[in-house]
């Protein structure tokens, strides 16, 4: 039995692969044992970039970090990667714009597997609402980020506003997003933030976690 998605997965939701890890005294194993414990709503493991993992040490490792989410009933999503999704039994999956047609991802994971997408613009949400078996969409960069090499431009809070009154799925915010500038996110209707680097790197989880979930999106 997979987690069925619900928008309050998007709360607080983290995103990490070992190439986030940059305190030699952590680890992936670690940081996302504390993260659950501080209360994040999902977990996505994103694997990307030249020292990440592959293969089956990849899979050893999401076999590992899935267990850890469903102790603690937190969705266990896979970024861009079918085969590993299916063969993990993840709650989720998320795709990019570029990554392989969100259709024949929603086909091939069937409905044990819910499906996210990135939409940054109004042409992608609109594009996104002609679709059935869609979860929810993430949109940005909210904020410059440095956890990802090819990021588009940042868009900001006022356009991802836009995006959630056109969007007919629930939206989370992703990009540079700070315990500092996450209240510039308050009101805009966003269903949550998605986040890599400030909790990765926080210097107390459960501080910055605590701070992601008191803002009234
Ligand atoms: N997609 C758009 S920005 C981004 C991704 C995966 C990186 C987010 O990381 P951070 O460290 O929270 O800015
Ligand atoms: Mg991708």
């Known amino acids: 039995m ?14 990490c692969g070992t190439q986030d890890i940059k305190n030699e005294n952590q680890t992936i194993v670690s940081v996302l044992t504390e993260a659950l414990n501080a209360g994040i709503t999902a977990f996505q493991f994103r694997e990307k970039g030249p020292t990440s993992l592959t293969g089956e040490a990849k899979y050893k490792l999401a076999v590992t ?4 989410c469903k102790d603690f009933n937190v969705p266990f999503i ?3 990667d079918v085969a590993l999704a299916k063969r993990v039994g993840a709650d989720g999956i998320h795709v990019g ?5 969100v259709g024949q991802v929603i086909t091939e994971v069937g409905d044990q597997i819910f499906v996210g997408l990135s939409c940054d613009t109004k042409e992608q949400v609109e594009e996104a ?11 940005g960069p909210a904020f410059t980020t440095q956890s990802k090499a ?8 006022e356009e991802i506003a836009k995006l959630v009154k056109l969007s007919d799925y629930p939206v989370v915010a992703i990009g540079g997003i700070t315990e500092d500038n996450v209240t510039e996110l308050a009101g805009t209707g966003v269903a949550g933030v998605s986040v890599i680097s400030v909790i990765a790197q926080s210097d107390n989880i459960n501080r910055t976690v605590s701070e992601l979930k008191t803002v009234k999106y």
């Not at 970090?65 to 850890?68: D, F, G, N, V």
Request: charged share 25%; no cysteine.
């Open 97 to 101: 714009q570029k990554d392989q047609k």
């Open 78 to 80: 896979v970024d861009d």
């Open 150 to 157: 090819d990021a588009d431009p940042v868009i900001g809070p």
């Open 2 to 15: 997979t987690i069925k998605f619900e928008s309050k997965h998007l709360g607080a939701y983290f995103i």
């Open 129 to 139: 609402n002609q679709l059935s078996g869609l979860a929810y969409i993430g949109s």
């Open 65 to 68: 970090l899935k267990k850890l």
